[in-house]
């Protein structure tokens, strides 16, 4: 198991590695310049220009540029921001975490609360009314796109009906439609994964045997059935935490919702470089902890899966 964690570890490094290298390659070949954002509409000599791209080493290569920020990134230090000039980039990231974080809690816990229920009650009452309902509903939860949705529904509930907030992370309405909107895609996914694996353990003999036992059917669940669907759903639940991470991005910024995702869609239209690959480095991170976690959680879920 040791040297398991450890391959991965490695491996997660390479990886983080690698993204990182290529976002500050797409940077590079991006049009405009943090100097052309500095100066904006201000008139200045090229001497100037040179002086402002000595300090932020942008006169140097490419390669320079990226193993100065490596080597700092070693030592935690993610470097200032430009445009908010003196502001270190770790502290900017640590304010928006905060938001990010409550956002992305909120919508995976509604979506577990609602969707293995909803999954595991729909595969018991197979060809149901509720069976085939909760299917087309979650067929439509996956083609609805979230941006498009999210749009819809600041339309119905803060323009005609006024109820909630449009925008803003204040308060707890402010957070209804975000989360609801994070949480649509996941829920419909986990609905169908949890069916899915509810009905193929259902069909399996020692819950057959079980039955012939004579055990009530909630025992049946609890006992033979919820344990063993869990482990497809726990495969996918790492990745998608990835997927959530991403949708977050998009949200926030329909949502003028204050968190790590609005400051890295800012901090690409004003050519931040420094936050840009912070939040990048970040997310990166976390999917690759998350994805380790969720392998390990194989053998705990399931004691026939070993790692090796």
Do not use: C
């Amino acid at each position: 198991m040791l040297a398991y964690v450890i391959q991965r570890v490695l491996q997660g490094i390479v990886v983080i590695f690698l993204v990182s290298f290529a976002t500050f390659a797409i940077l590079q070949l991006a049009p405009g310049s943090p100097v052309d954002i500095l100066i904006g509409e201000a008139q200045v000599s090229q001497a100037q220009i040179d002086a402002i791209e000595r300090k932020w080493g942008l006169d140097k290569p490419w390669y320079v540029q990226y193993g100065t920020w490596l080597g700092n990134v070693v030592q935690l230090d993610f470097g200032q921001s430009v445009i908010r000039t003196g502001t270190p980039v770790s502290q900017m990231v640590m304010e928006a975490a905060p938001a990010t974080l409550r956002l992305n809690a909120m919508s995976l816990g509604l979506s577990l609360l609602v969707a293995l229920p909803l999954g595991i009650f729909a595969a018991v009452r197979r060809h149901s009314f509720f069976d085939y309902a909760s299917t087309f509903g979650s067929t439509l939860g996956v083609a609805v796109p979230n941006y498009w949705l999210g749009l819809m529904l600041i339309i119905l509930f803060s323009l005609w009906l006024g109820w909630l907030p449009s925008y803003g992370s204040d308060g707890w309405r402010s957070a209804i439609l975000p989360v609801s909107v994070l949480a649509a895609e996941e829920m419909a996914i986990l609905a169908r994964l949890s069916r899915g694996a509810t009905l193929e353990v259902l069909n399996q003999d020692h819950v057959t045997t079980a039955r012939a036992k004579g055990l009530s059917r909630g025992a049946v669940l609890r006992r033979h059935v919820v344990r063993n669907a869990l482990l497809p759903i726990v495969t996918v639940l790492g990745y998608r935490i990835a997927f959530i991470l991403s949708g977050t991005i998009v949200i926030e910024t329909i949502f003028s919702w204050s968190g790590i995702g609005r400051l890295f869609i800012d901090s690409i239209y004003r050519l931040d470089y420094q936050v840009v690959q912070a939040i990048v480095l970040l997310l990166a991170t976390i999917v690759v902890v998350v994805n380790l976690l969720t392998d390990l959680a194989y053998a705990y879920i399931d004691p026939r899966i070993r790692l090796r």
